[in-house]
């Protein structure tokens, strides 16, 4: 069985523009225009835990299992264009999409129809800093993808039982992804919510949720000290 319906890649990019000024909901806004107009900032709604936390308690609670026989090629080819996700199959690959998704103030490199970003501007969410990236191979990794919840993480919690396409949905799944400062992206390695959270705090009521969205997807389990971390921080929204 695939997981449910993606929604589409581009509607997601409020997401990179949340937490920065405190717990906030999912509001509709595209981060890649760098555009806010000119009218002022309506007050940030405060983020609303409840359908998180009944998400939470709908997740199953077990060990972590071994992490035997896992790799990054038991989800697919890295940031693959040849996905079940929607935005897949546009041309471009995961990795620029999310870029694209995420960076203001882009260019491009030429002769790729828009799709390979050279330049922009990230404003991180992780760490409430702003990052320039330049495209380069002593400079690309300032700004890394990370898989909210990674793939270690998921093998070791359900994902072994998921087929192949549905491994590599969720490695390619824009609700999964999450352009971001590269060291920090780096310290959090495979961890779960029970070992490492955002270092800006504003943020982490929409990080846990949407690790809870994606377990939930993909039938993914938590352990008790996941979940009562992720309880936490839910409660504290």
């Known amino acids: 069985m695939r997981p449910h319906p993606r929604t589409a890649l581009l509607a997601l990019g409020a997401v990179t523009v949340l937490g920065l000024t405190g717990c906030s909901a999912i509001v509709d806004a595209d981060p890649g225009t760098g555009s806010l107009g000119g009218a002022p900032a309506a007050p940030a709604p405060v983020f609303d835990a409840g359908p998180a936390l009944a998400k939470l308690d709908t997740l199953a609670v077990k060990g972590r299992a071994p992490k035997t026989g896992y790799t990054r090629e038991q989800f697919g080819p890295s940031w ?53 990236f330049v495209r380069g191979q002593d400079t690309s990794t300032a700004v890394q993808i990370d898989h909210v919840v990674a793939l270690s993480d998921a093998w070791q919690k359900g994902a072994q039982q998921l087929s192949p396409e549905q491994r590599r949905d969720l490695a390619n799944d824009p609700r999964n992804l999450q352009a971001v400062d590269g060291p920090t992206n780096s310290q959090k390695s495979d961890s779960d919510a029970a070992s490492w959270l955002p270092p800006n705090k504003a ?13 939930a997807l993909y039938r993914l389990w938590v352990t008790q000290a996941e979940k009562d971390a992720m309880s936490q921080v839910l409660h504290s929204c």
């Open 203 to 215: 943020y982490r009521c929409t990080y846990v949720a949407r690790q809870v969205d994606v377990k």
């Open 80 to 132: 693959s264009d040849d996905n079940g996700v929607e935005g897949g199959h546009n041309g471009c690959d995961t990795r620029n999409d999310i870029l694209r998704r995420d960076l203001v103030d882009l260019t491009y490199k030429s002769s790729t129809r828009d799709c390979v970003v050279a330049t922009g501007t990230l404003h991180d969410t992780y760490t409430g800093t702003t990052i320039a």
